[in-house]
């Protein structure tokens, strides 16, 4: 049978959800001989291949300009996405900063003269969006898992179901947030 | 003793004049969600989570009273997807963050999502700037986590007889506010009896001091005093 073409993505996010998915412990064998894993934070492959994959998994918010160019690749190129944890689903604790103007934030924070001379390094960083936005605000997503992170039992069912070609169910205490 | 005869989802059902629609459901086990309802205060249908179907027309049932022959539906599909679209706007109107939230774990509104099997919100969030309120000794408002369900404005003035607790503004910027919109520390009416922290549904007011997830609130004392009070 086929390997199922995974990637994962991490935009605005702390890495709790790429490591709620290691967490699940043995599962990952099975993962490993069921699934061919693509860009991640957890490869060294960069780019989100050309011919596309069957699943993408993104952890975190859209809260830069790259985030937008790539959440909009990942939905061009993939059957099915999921948004996986509550920043990528409601933009959580990144979405914090909504309601604040972003250039005055980031001056604040990296435009001190104590950490970078005044400096802010737009030519090779991102530039903030002015607002951080789940991605359901930007692309069509398919399926939600919510939590912070969410726990690792979910994210295995989820993703075992999808492997199945089943849509996974998500109710009751599984759509629980935090 | 005279008896109204309704029928819930079919089943036929004789209860008391002058009952809710909830109070009929409630009697006979029929479950129907609820969020500014709390036992022991007066009803008032604020946040509308209780609606149902009375022969095509939607009500709350926390404030509609049973009527001879009233057919109500309390689950059907259009039912169901406007009671989630409500928790949706809910939680799209204010800054309901879970995973740093007092309540977490403890919290009505949570809950109410996972109930009505809420996804996502499907509406873009307003991502409002609220004031929090820290000047009380004991407690503190994250207006950030408030619902504006009113279980404080009633507790305090229908149980506790302080009438702090009281609403500013219209529509979407309505808040709650303590005196004449003084810092709750400064607000000379209050008695510091923590009744609404306890009636609070969400961790919009709660206790100094408590930690993520550690909030736990104890709604029902409202429904334990109104009921020795009854029979004073």
Known sequence: MAKVRVATMWFSG???????LLDIDETLIDLAARIDLRNSPLTDLKAFPEDGVDVTLIEGAVANEEHLHLV?????????????GDCAVTGNVPALRNGFDSNQMIQAIYGSPATSNGALPFDVVPRLLGRVSPLAEVIPVDFFVHGCPPPAGLIAKVILALLDGETPELVGSDLKFG | MERVTIKIDGRGIATSPGRTILDAAEENGIRIPTLCHLKGLTDVG????????????????CT??????????????AVRAHRRMIVELLFAEGNHVCSFCVSSGGCELQDLACEVG??????????PRNRVDASHPRFLIDRDRCVVCGRCVRACGEIEGARTWDFA???????????LDVDWGQAETCTG???????CPTGALVLKGASNAEMRKKPDVVAHLAERRSHG
């Open chain 1, 14 to 20: 702390c890495a709790g959800c790429h490591m709620s």
């Open chain 1, 72 to 84: 909009r690749t990942a939905r061009e190129k993939s059957k099915i996405i999921v948004a996986l």
């Open chain 2, 46 to 61: 604020a946040c509308r989570v209780c609606i149902v179907d009375v022969r095509g027309q939607f009500v709350t049932a």
């Open chain 2, 64 to 77: 509609t009273n049973v009527a001879e022959g009233m057919e109500i539906l309390t689950d059907t599909e």
């Open chain 2, 118 to 127: 809420m996804q996502s919100v499907r509406i873009p969030y307003a991502f």
């Open chain 2, 169 to 179: 503004e219209r529509g979407s910027a309505v808040r709650v506010i303590t005196d």
């Open chain 2, 193 to 199: 009896c923590g009744k609404c922290v306890d009636v």
